[in-house]
């Protein structure tokens, strides 16, 4: 398990770490704060635009996060039950994440190195 990030949203602490790889799900995170403990599945989707540059290949990706579902264990269990009040903050909670750190954890250190999305598929509505 990867390094957890942790950030604050108002009063509320939270840590977003990184906990693996499904080929199902593609990758694993665990999301702490002191109401939620649970899981959550990410899919990085990459697509090529020319107008965006870098050193090598002249072509800069862009990526949209797509958060597929979230589990109360690891790989197993239902969805968490989230308050449908609490619901924004943990998404701004998870947005916050990964528009500051890459999927390995490393800070994004150029706001063009964020996705350019983060899209929330996963039924907690």
């Given at each position: 398990?990867?390094?957890?990030?942790?950030?604050?949203?108002?009063?509320?602490?939270?840590?977003?770490?990184?906990?693996?790889?499904?080929?199902?799900?593609?990758?694993?995170?665990?999301?702490?704060?002191?109401?939620y403990?649970?899981?959550?599945?990410?899919?990085?989707?990459?697509?090529?635009?020319?107008?965006?540059?870098?050193?090598?290949?002249?072509?800069?990706?862009?990526?949209?996060?797509?958060?597929?579902?979230?589990?109360?264990?690891?790989?197993?269990?239902?969805?968490?039950?989230?308050?449908a009040?609490?619901?924004p903050?943990?998404?701004?909670?998870?947005?916050?994440?990964?528009?500051?750190?890459?999927?390995?954890?490393?800070?994004i250190?150029?706001?063009?190195?964020?996705?350019?999305?983060i899209?929330?598929?996963?039924?907690?509505?």
């Open positions: 398990m990867a390094l957890g990030r942790e950030g604050t949203e108002s009063d509320h602490t939270y840590t977003i770490s990184t906990d693996g790889f499904v080929p199902e799900l593609e990758h694993i995170f665990i999301y702490k704060d002191s109401n403990h649970f899981w959550f599945y990410a899919q990085y989707q990459f697509y090529d635009v020319p107008d965006r540059h870098d050193d090598q290949s002249g072509r800069r990706p862009y990526y949209h996060v797509r958060i597929l579902t979230a589990t109360t264990e690891k790989k197993s269990g239902g969805l968490p039950r989230i308050q009040g609490d619901l903050r943990v998404e701004n909670n998870i947005r916050q994440h990964f528009n500051k750190y890459t999927l390995h954890g490393d800070a250190d150029t706001p063009d190195a964020a996705p350019s999305a899209i929330f598929d996963w039924g907690l509505r």
